[in-house]
């Protein structure tokens, strides 16, 4: 069995980057044939018990106007005025519309719950981290939104989920506008997050 290097490995993980909606070309489709392959990479993630507790509700086309309303209407009826943002009201209701594809992510519960529901969402994380990495590897950008209102018995019910299932987050893709740089970011250097137990 051939495996792909360390090095093409490494660099696709540390490619990877948060591209943000507005930054991707809403006029260039995701042909199907790819969003199948990047949705089917995700669901080679390790999960516990072979309970494969994902579900993926994709968004293209002019379901992204039904999920820009959705997403504003039910910000609008469950955000506690304390906390309500008219700059992220205005972000729902444009962010689908500017990325071709939208994936709604769930975690669904079954079993009866043998697995703990914190190895359920942590299973969808791994996930969503493989459709992303795919997506790098196809030059497509990602950006994982996971908005409060997506926790809400209202966002369930307009997504058609059950109480007991989560969305985990909106998965935005898209081909990045012509032009767009690839940014760059950093992380802390890795001896300070690492305990070596030798002996
Ligand atoms: C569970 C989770 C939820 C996230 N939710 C949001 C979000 O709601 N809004 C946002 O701007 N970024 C969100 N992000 C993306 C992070 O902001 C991003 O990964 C971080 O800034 C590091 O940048 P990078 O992805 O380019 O490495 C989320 C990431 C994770 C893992």
Request: aromatic residues 8%; charged residues 20%.
């Amino acid at each position: 069995m051939s495996l792909p290097s360390l090095a093409d490995t490494s660099a696709l993980i540390r490619q990877r980057r948060s591209i943000k909606p507005v930054d991707m070309d809403a006029a260039r489709p995701v042909e199907t044939v790819l969003l199948t392959e990047l949705i089917e990479n995700a669901t080679w993630a390790p999960n516990h018990g072979m309970t494969e507790p994902w579900k993926f509700h994709v968004f293209s086309g002019s379901s992204r106007q039904r999920l820009a309303d959705g997403l504003s209407t039910l910000y609008q009826q469950t955000t506690p005025a304390s906390e309500f943002r008219e700059d992220k009201l205005q972000k729902m209701g444009s962010n689908p519309l500017l990325a071709p594809v939208i994936i709604a992510c769930v975690m669904e519960r079954s079993g009866g719950g043998k697995i703990p529901e914190m190895e359920e969402i942590e299973a969808v994380s791994c996930a969503m981290q493989n459709l992303m990495l795919s997506a790098t590897a196809a030059g497509l950008g990602s950006f994982w939104s996971s908005p409060p209102v997506l926790d809400t018995a209202e966002f369930q019910n307009w997504l058609g989920i059950r109480s007991q299932d989560r969305c985990l987050g909106l998965l935005y893709l898209g081909w990045p506008k012509p032009g767009f740089t690839w940014p760059r970011s950093a992380r802390q250097p890795v001896a300070g997050k690492i305990t070596w137990h030798h002996d």
